[in-house]
């Protein structure tokens, strides 16, 4: 017997990846429904070689359902995720809203998927940030050998993070460098973002600190280790799909290049193409559609005792989104913390 999977948010960017990362990992689910709000209820997306029309989300009964699959924002996330858990429906939510809650799982598969085993708190599991997924996938092998104490990281996020209007204002604002008399002002950012770079993500915070750069030090700790300090400067760049990062790790003991080559070779969930010469790496352009966390310019850092730099790259669509959600229902279905309730 198999699984009943909701999407709720189904005609959005991460909504539709959902669609098809279940498709293509051939996730066990005898029935996927799609969700989304009323103003889209009817529209069709698809899953696999099917047409599904969109439900609507307030008055859909989610006790037929085992998981929640949830890309809606905060706001929906808040009213609903506490009355679809109460259907017995497992949330796994793509937003911010419940990563900081102390009695819900904040989870990468590849990382800490032991903490899955709180789930049944409040029927609530979080997905974290984008930019924090794909980094603690590649440090998580690192800090096991040899104990990260501090992370400095600068991020290159592509627009798609932002969601379909972001996009659409990259692609307006590129025409419109090249087609005489037409001007798209910046509506979804706070700058032009076509041939531009714009050092906010997020609002700003007291510290001077956005609140994305915040997001990403406080759920490293809770991924990773209350322990670690980070510093994060994050940054849009005039991309479409494709999160980048430049990581500086000081560790408590040495780690050599070699040593960490070594690691992140066997490491899981991650790809390493580290080498010294043009095109010797991984941009955002190769890794778009693909499922790894790429690591590339593994080099030591000069500037501590115990340093290394390194260039990370994932798409932040799947690993960042999509494909860390339904990685955390198959392990849920792995480890055998969820069984499908009667039809």
């Avoid at 307006?172 to 087609?179: D, L, P, R």
């Avoid at 560790?251 to 010294?276: C, H, N, Y």
Wanted: hydrophobic residues 40%.
């Amino acid at each position: 017997m198999g699984y009943r999977v909701a999407v709720v948010g189904a005609t959005g960017n991460v909504g539709r990846e959902m669609m098809n990362v279940l498709s293509e990992r051939k996730f066990p689910a005898d029935e996927v429904f799609a969700i989304a709000s009323r103003r889209s209820l009817g529209t069709e997306v698809s899953y696999g070689d099917k047409i599904l029309k969109c439900q609507d989300l307030e008055n859909f009964d989610f006790s037929r359902a085992d998981i929640c699959l949830m890309s809606a924002g905060s706001g929906p996330a808040k009213e609903y995720a506490p009355k679809i858990a109460a259907k017995g429906c497992v949330v796994i939510d793509n937003s911010s809203c419940w990563r900081y809650d102390q009695d819900v799982p904040l989870v990468v598969p590849e990382v800490n998927a032991d903490a899955l085993a709180g789930w049944t708190k409040k029927g609530i599991i979080a997905n974290p940030n984008c930019s924090t997924a794909q980094m603690v996938v590649a440090l998580k092998p690192l800090h096991d050998a040899a104990t990260i104490k501090r992370i400095v990281v600068s991020t290159y996020q592509s627009v798609s993070g932002a969601g379909k209007d972001a996009m659409d204002e990259l692609w307006s604002q590129t025409k419109g460098k090249y087609v005489p008399g037409q001007e798209f002002p910046a509506k979804k950012f706070p700058k032009e973002i076509a041939f531009n770079v714009i050092p906010q993500i997020d609002v700003f915070m007291e510290d001077g600190y956005t609140k994305e750069e915040w997001k990403m030090l406080v759920e490293t700790k809770k991924i990773i280790d209350p322990k670690i300090k980070v510093s994060a400067t994050c940054v849009r760049v005039p991309v479409f799909v494709g999160h980048s990062e430049s990581v500086n790790v000081e560790f408590e003991r040495q780690m050599t290049v070699a040593e960490a080559r070594s690691i992140l070779r066997e490491a899981p969930g991650v790809l390493l193409v580290d080498k010294r010469e043009p095109g010797g790496y991984v941009t955002p352009i190769e890794a778009a559609g693909e499922y790894a966390t790429y690591v590339s310019r593994i080099r030591e850092d000069a500037t501590v005792e115990h340093g290394l730099v390194m260039w990370i790259v994932s798409d932040n669509l799947l690993k960042g989104a999509a494909l860390n959600a339904v990685q955390i229902a198959e392990t849920l279905i792995e480890r055998k913390l969820l069984k499908p309730k009667a039809a």
